[in-house]
C-alpha cells in the first residue's frame, strides 16, 4: 500500500512512559511524566531525560543535578497521566495519586515506592537542543521491588505490567515475540548439529 508523507517531527514509538521524581524528600519535591528518556551507555551506565524549560520540574531538576526515573505499569497508568497533565506548581501530586515517599541511596530525591524499578541519577550534563533540554545523567542506584524477584535472584521485569506510550495513548506490553538473539540461535543449533554429523 502506499505511504503518507508526513512532515518531520516525533514519530518514533513506542516509548516509556516513566515518572520522574525530583526535588528533597523533606522539602519541595514533585513528579512529572516523561516519555523522551532512554539509555545512552552500559558502561558507565547513563541515561537521559528530555524536558522543557518551562516545566515547573526543570529547574528543579537544574538546580539540584539529580532525579529518579521510576518505572511505570499498569496499576500506576493514572497517576502517570495526572502526573503529565497537572503542574507541580499548584498541585501536590503525592497526595492526590496517593503515592509514597521513599528514601533512596545516593540523592535526596524520593523514590516513588509503588513503582518497580527505581532509578537514581546524577545530572552530568544539560544539552539546550530546542523546545526540550536533555538531562545526560549518571545511573548511581537502581532499585527493583522484591515481588518480582524469585528464589534463585532472578528479577522478572516482564511481570510488573509496565507501560509504554505511543502516539496520545497508553499501552500495556503484550505478549513476547522473543528473546534476545533468538533469530540467530535456531541456525546456530542447526549448523552444530551438523557438524556433528
Known amino acids: 500500500m502506499p505511504k503518507t508523507n508526513f512532515k518531520p517531527g516525533n514519530m518514533l514509538y513506542p516509548v516509556p512512559a516513566v515518572m520522574v521524581s525530583c526535588g528533597d524528600i523533606n522539602g519541595l519535591s514533585n513528579i512529572i511524566t516523561v516519555a523522551w528518556t532512554g539509555t545512552i551507555c552500559t558502561n558507565p551506565p547513563m541515561l537521559y531525560i528530555s524536558v522543557r524549560p518551562e516545566r515547573f520540574s526543570y529547574n528543579i ?40 515517599k521513599e528514601t ?35 545511573v548511581t542506584a537502581v532499585h527493583a521491588d522484591t515481588e518480582y524477584i524469585d528464589e534463585s535472584n532472578k528479577f522478572h521485569l516482564d511481570r510488573t505490567g509496565l507501560i509504554a506510550y505511543s502516539h ?30
Open 104 to 138: 533512596a541511596d545516593t540523592v535526596k530525591c524520593p523514590m516513588i515506592k509503588e513503582s518497580p524499578v527505581n532509578i537514581e541519577c546524577h545530572v552530568k550534563e544539560i544539552k539546550e537542543l530546542g523546545s526540550h533540554h536533555m538531562f545526560i545523567a549518571d
Open 61 to 100: 531538576i537544574k538546580n539540584s543535578g539529580e532525579f529518579i526515573i521510576n518505572l511505570t505499569n499498569e496499576k500506576l497508568a493514572y497517576a502517570t497521566d495526572f502526573c503529565g497533565v497537572r503542574s507541580g506548581r499548584d498541585t501536590d501530586k503525592w497526595k492526590l495519586c496517593n503515592l509514597t
Open 168 to 197: 496520545g495513548s497508553y499501552f500495556s506490553l503484550g505478549r513476547q515475540a522473543g528473546t534476545f538473539g533468538f533469530s540467530v540461535k535456531k541456525a546456530q543449533k542447526q549448523n552444530r548439529r551438523k557438524s556433528n554429523k
